[in-house]
């Protein structure tokens, strides 16, 4: 009802707004002639009116009177605490007019509308290469710096800072300092530990929005998303399984088709994709795409530079308090340590064997299940290990 408003007589010369009362308009009158009558005793800042003045003061009196009541944290102003709330209630009030993505902050929304008009406002003020963040410049920067204190002696990478230095060394060095207390999985970075926890916990942080699955990770939510946004799926007319790539549904299909693996044409070996058939061909081939920088030695597989890098990293940092037995990775040298405890983690729920390595506990469990996974190639023959098919193997390559 109109007879409800609050009548606001007293207006503003300058822009016309309104106000209830003489008082507030006398306060809003200071924005246009600059006066800033209240000062601060401590440190002399004016202000325009008493309020703002109060609130400046308790930056200097640590009075944070605006408290969360789910996790208690204060803030000095009633607007950060509404902001801090979005914390708790996942509330996203800041949506993209492109895509329709949704955020809790504004400052995240103008970071990701960056993405749609490829705004790139951070420049190197060497070379005018430009980047959409500022953190992604400044690790640009250091390309520029002549001199590189934190430098990695093995393969030459500089880095901003000694902390970051240190990090990169660990690749180097293998050790992985974060230690999943459920498994012993040992990761690099603390991020990593936290994301593989989701495996033990069940969390899955990423849902969809327009329906009601949930995901662990953010790039099998990417991935799903497609499904909605009428991006071209490949879907499997036997079982309704979708795929996004056109290659992991032709895998998927053999499945149910019996169709052969793709085989090598030199050796006849059998690939369950492209992918892994490219990678064995350079058996035949020579290509070694893997290059160390150090010395030139060139490797099939990642992995393999991997463990070349470790000639190059100098002496062994864990080393055995009892017999001397040194160590690249601490989580050898804890497995090595029980051949002196004689700690056997690993039991046989059949027998009650036990064993140091749960590798030597799968294996033992084959005289139990009788299960021969090694074939020959040449006369189909099935043995429990490894080492029983190399030795076959050779009958077949004696000379009669």
Avoid: W
């Amino acid at each position: 009802m109109e007879g409800d408003k609050i009548e606001k007589p007293n207006t503003c010369e300058v822009c016309h707004a309104s106000f209830s009362c003489p008082s507030k308009l006398k306060i809003h009158m200071l924005t246009h002639s600059g006066e800033k009558p209240y000062s601060c005793d401590v440190c002399g800042i004016t202000c325009s009116d008493k309020f703002k003045l109060k609130r400046h003061k308790r930056t200097h009196s640590g009075d944070k009177p605006y408290d969360c009541q789910v996790c208690g944290s204060a803030f000095l102003e009633k607007s950060n605490l509404k902001v801090h709330l979005r914390k708790h209630t996942g509330q996203k009030p800041y949506s993209c007019e492109v895509c329709g993505a949704s955020f809790s902050y504004k400052t995240f929304l103008s970071k990701h509308m960056r993405i749609h008009t490829d705004e790139k406002p951070y420049s190197c003020k060497v070379c005018g290469l430009a980047f959409s963040e500022k953190s992604n410049l400044k690790v640009h920067s250091q390309t520029h710096v002549d001199d590189k204190p934190n430098s990695c002696e093995i393969c030459g990478l500089t880095c901003s800072n000694k902390s970051n230095l240190k990090r990169h060394l660990q690749i180097h060095s293998g050790e992985k300092s974060h230690i999943c207390q459920v498994c012993g999985s040992t990761f690099l970075e603390k991020s990593n530990l936290k994301i593989h926890l989701r495996k033990h916990t069940g969390e899955k942080p990423y849902s969809c929005e327009f329906c009601d699955k949930s995901f662990a990770y953010k790039s099998d939510l990417n991935k799903h998303v497609r499904i909605h946004s009428g991006e071209e799926t490949h879907v499997c007319h036997i079982c309704d399984s979708v795929f996004l790539q056109k290659s992991h549904f032709k895998i998927h299909v053999r499945t149910h088709t019996g169709e052969p693996p793709i085989s090598c044409e030199v050796c006849g070996l059998t690939c369950s994709d492209a992918s892994k058939l490219k990678r064995h061909v350079r058996i035949h081939s020579d290509d070694k795409p893997y290059v160390c920088q150090v010395c030139g030695s060139a490797f099939l597989e990642k992995y393999n530079l991997k463990s070349h890098l470790r000639k190059h990293i100098g002496p062994k940092p864990y080393s055995c308090g009892v017999c001397g037995a040194s160590f690249f990775y601490k989580s050898d040298s804890k497995r090595h340590m029980r051949i002196h405890t004689g700690e056997k983690r690993h039991d046989c729920q059949v027998c009650g064997s036990s064993f140091l390595e749960k590798y030597n506990l799968k294996i033992h469990i084959r005289t139990h299940t009788g299960e021969k996974p090694y074939s020959c190639e040449v006369c189909e023959k099935s043995f429990s290990h490894k080492s029983d098919l190399n030795r076959h193997a050779k009958t077949h390559s004696q000379v009669s």
